[in-house]
């Protein structure tokens, strides 16, 4: 077995000259298609130019797939009819676990974030899809946005869950990884909202944001009066789009809830984007089109 420690040079900080990230063996490259090898040689290319993103490391980036019917789609300004399909060449693969990996390692992240269209419309048709990352991506935090409702839901999808584990005959399923993230959208009323965050230390919520108003059956005075720990600040105008993050929203949160972590999703283009939003105390930014694109933008370099 051979181990490299990729060493690039950087014009951004020296942190970014070692890259311990790729790690290859010999024999298990010979074993692969060339074209998979690369992929693992373009990490490490790469990662001078994702730092970009990881400047101020208390502000994570966290990886988003989009799901439409199973298949790992591509947002577009919060307009889910006009998702389209993730770009294959991109990735050198149509399967989403290696879609998965690839987000994974370019961000670096322990965190991935994933929305289940189906399931936010109301169709449960395609949860076995994420019951498959949840075990597959065991040691990684699975943020899970399926359209839940109220703690019923929840538990009816552990529930599944442990039933699909069982008819695929495998022994470890925990779904400790599964950190649930209960949307204003879709979240039925304000007694199921005050049930779900008195009860659920883990819950995560989105506060789902369209032309300025806050989706939802939920009123705005419910909401900032049980805030949980963490919160997304969704901006679906600015999801998919280079239109920079909702900046104000984020200052006026992040200033009247200091105990809160707040994670922003939208409009994160570049690295001014990322050190505006640190600065301005985002825990974290959900990002998919910026990943997307540093890919698609390399080979043109």
Known sequence: MFSCLTCFRSKYKAS???????????????ERRLGDFLIFFKFAVMDSK?????????????????????VAVR????????????DNAAFKSDDLCRIIEVLLKLS??????????????????YDCILYEIMRKFSEVEIWVDNGFQDLGELRSFHKGFATWCGE?????????????????????????YKKIF???EKAILSIDKKNNVILGLVTIDTILGLLPKRVILMNLDKVGTDSGPDLKWLK????????VEFFGAGGLRNRDDYEIVARYKAAGWLVGSALFNSMMDFDDE
């Open 198 to 200: 008195s009860t659920l």
């Open 252 to 259: 006026n949160m992040t200033q009247r809830n200091l105990k």
């Open 16 to 30: 970014t000259i070692l890259l311990p990230c790729i790690f290859i063996d010999l024999k298990s490259c010979s």
């Open 168 to 192: 695929k005959g495998y022994n470890l399923c925990s779904g400790e990884n599964l950190v649930p993230v209960f949307g204003t959208e879709t979240i039925t009323d304000n007694s199921s």
């Open 75 to 86: 947002a577009v300004a919060g307009d889910r009819a006009n998702y389209e399909q993730l």
């Open 50 to 70: 994702i730092n970009k993103f990881s400047t101020f490391m208390s502000c994570k980036i966290i990886p988003v797939v989009d799901l439409r019917n199973g």
């Open 108 to 125: 670096r992240s322990n965190i991935l974030y994933v929305a289940n269209l189906n399931g936010i419309a109301g169709d449960d048709s």
